[in-house]
């Protein structure tokens, strides 16, 4: 009897010692290039208190090599406040469009002042959530998300700078929406997408200038839930991700050139980002 106690003991032992997986991180910046970015909104500007998505949007322009003149995210996001009526429902895809083409949106927040046209010569598809591989610009939507719970990570893979639209729900069916920018994400062999790494506006916004502000890189994991979508834990409510908005590098355009005039010309259009 107490050879057979022992050998239990024994195995019971075996199996508690067996290591734990670590968690690899993935960072699209380290991978493809760049460097991340995080835009912060300032105090004393009181034109970007609802400019979550143009943050978002000048993070990628400036890790993405598309600033054209402008020396940071900081310096894109002022541009964006300048120029913009201050308002949430803007999309990193409207101001991404204007920034390259000067193309003002037909919904949702409005330009104030002419300006952008920074890339002619860029077009952006008519259908916001076209997800189409080696494009400038994809839209990765909720119907994306249920088919593919992954494709935020793919494109992240593919070398794409990324912002996500995030949710939560409210009382009376309400839901707060909020944008940050998407760098990369952790992971292990059995569990690939265990948690996502953001830069958020939100996160030093009490900061006068937004210079000044902290640059945080933050990691937050995540979860699947009954419903299909990725949740996380967010300033101490839960969050889901909705919907995201993807812009290649432009070093990842092959072909691409810049003529005299300062437009941007492309070779051999649709080709894979690398």
């Known amino acids: 009897m107490r050879t057979g106690v022992l050998i239990v003991l024994l195995?019971?032992?075996?199996?508690?010692?067996?290591?734990v997986t670590p968690a690899r991180e993935y960072r699209v910046d380290l991978r493809h290039g760049?460097?991340?970015?995080?835009?912060?909104k300032s105090h004393d500007d009181k034109d970007d208190d609802w400019l979550c998505w143009a943050a978002a949007a000048a993070n990628v322009l400036a890790w993405g090599d598309w600033g054209k003149g402008h020396r940071d995210e900081d310096e894109i996001l002022d541009y964006y406040s300048r120029h913009w009526e201050d308002k949430p429902d803007g999309s990193?895809?409207?101001?991404?469009?204007?920034?390259?083409?000067?193309?003002?949106?037909?919904?949702?927040?409005r330009v104030q002042k002419p300006g952008g046209g920074f890339w002619k010569g860029f077009e952006f598809p008519e259908d916001e959530w076209r997800n189409q591989a080696g494009a400038l610009f994809r839209g990765i939507g909720k119907g994306h998300l249920r088919r593919d719970p992954y494709a935020l990570k793919n494109v992240l893979d593919e070398g794409y700078g990324v912002a996500i639209q995030i949710v939560r729900p409210m009382e009376g069916g309400k839901t707060d929406s909020h944008v940050v920018t998407l760098w990369g994400y952790r992971y292990t062999e059995s569990q690939p997408f265990l948690g996502?790494?953001?830069?958020?506006?939100?996160?030093?916004?009490?900061?006068?200038?937004?210079?000044?502000?902290?640059?945080?890189?933050?990691?937050?994991?995540?979860?699947?839930?009954?419903?299909?979508v990725w949740w996380f834990k967010y300033k101490g409510n839960d969050w889901k991700i909705l919907a995201g908005y993807a812009l290649a590098r432009r070093s990842a355009i092959p072909g691409h050139v810049e003529d005299a005039s300062g437009d941007s010309k492309i070779g051999h259009a649709g080709s894979p980002a690398r």
């Open 34 to 40: 760049g460097t991340w970015r995080d835009a912060e």
């Open 196 to 228: 996502i790494l953001i830069t958020d506006s939100d996160d030093d916004k009490d900061s006068p200038k937004s210079v000044q502000a902290e640059n945080r890189l933050r990691y937050y994991p995540v979860q699947m839930k009954a419903d299909g």
């Open 11 to 19: 195995s019971v032992g075996f199996c508690a010692a067996r290591p």
């Open 92 to 109: 990193p895809r409207q101001a991404w469009r204007w920034w390259f083409s000067g193309q003002e949106s037909d919904k949702g927040a």
